[in-house]
């Protein structure tokens, strides 16, 4: 009965409270004390959008395409994996606008390259304005190793500013080290590691079959136009583009 009564007394004494406060403290009367809210009064505060802005988290606007869609007068120089590349590879270069001319330097090396000056000749004759390399193949088992290493290194050299990549040969063993030399050099925007994929093999064993081609090329094409240093307008060619290029044919080199 006793918590009852003072139970009674506290809910007796806060209604009182409220009563008082509503009658002595009137809201246009607030030198008596706390304001009650009236709401039939309040009116929206407008709010600083631009100040509000300062605080948000800057909004990432994605980057416009870095593809290159100008078209290229494109050398594709190499070995004789170069002369099996460049027929699916013209069609590419042909379906978006680009011209090709090929050098196929068959048994040819990065030491042969790099000891002549075959490849500025090349330049000088044709002015691309991009250059593909396939070199490689005839190296993949060669002991001094680090005069590859050089040789390679004056290549890129040879090509100055002139956007390029290497095509690295299609491994039918693990070779001595001449694709980490092209890794190390060109660096992962501009080496294509052509020796992860799983080829069809020609008679000797070495060279792929033509389907097989295709799809290296095709492959390539695609780290081409999408993740390599310098990508360019190479989408798929339609069924029935013809093989638009030129074609020249060195012979094997000699010590």
């Known amino acids: 009965m006793k918590h009852s009564l003072s139970a009674f007394a506290v809910i007796t004494g806060a209604l009182l409270c409220f009563a008082a406060f509503a009658r002595y403290c009137p809201a246009e009367e607030p030198e008596k004390g706390l ?6 009064a309040w009116e929206p505060v407008e709010v600083d959008t631009a100040a509000m802005k300062s605080f948000l988290p800057p ?21 004789s994996m170069a002369g099996g590349l460049r027929h699916r590879m013209s069609q590419y270069a042909t379906a978006n606008g680009h011209t090709m001319e090929v050098v196929a330097w068959y048994s040819s090396s990065s030491k042969y390259w790099a000891k002549t000056d075959t490849l500025s000749a090349f330049i000088r004759k044709f002015k691309p304005t991009y250059i593909f390399l ?19 290194g004056d ?15 299609p491994n039918w063993k ?27 093999r020609a ?19 695609v780290w081409l ?17 013809p093989e638009t290029h030129g074609f020249t044919r060195l012979s094997s080199p000699k010590d």
């Not at 993949?140 to 290493?149: H, K, Q, S, W, Y």
């Not at 008679?203 to 097989?212: L, V």
């Open 225 to 241: 136009r999408d993740s390599c240093a310098h990508p360019i307008r190479w989408e798929i060619p339609p069924k029935g583009t």
């Open 59 to 79: 909004v990432v606007v994605p980057e416009a395409d870095a593809r290159d869609t100008s078209s290229h007068r494109i050398l594709f120089v190499g070995d």
């Open 134 to 152: 396939c070199i490689g193949s005839n190296e993949l088992f060669v002991r001094n190793i680090a005069e590859r290493d050089a040789a390679v």
């Open 155 to 169: 290549m890129i050299q040879e090509m100055g500013d002139l956007p390029f990549i290497w095509i690295g040969p």
């Open 35 to 40: 304001r009650r809210i009236d709401l039939s």
């Open 174 to 200: 693990k070779d001595t080290g001449i694709n980490d030399i092209l890794l190390k050099h060109c660096g992962k925007k501009r080496y294509y590691p052509s020796l992860r994929l799983k080829y069809q």
């Open 203 to 221: 008679s000797d064993g070495a060279h792929p079959t033509m389907s097989s081609y295709k799809t290296w090329a095709d492959s390539v094409s």
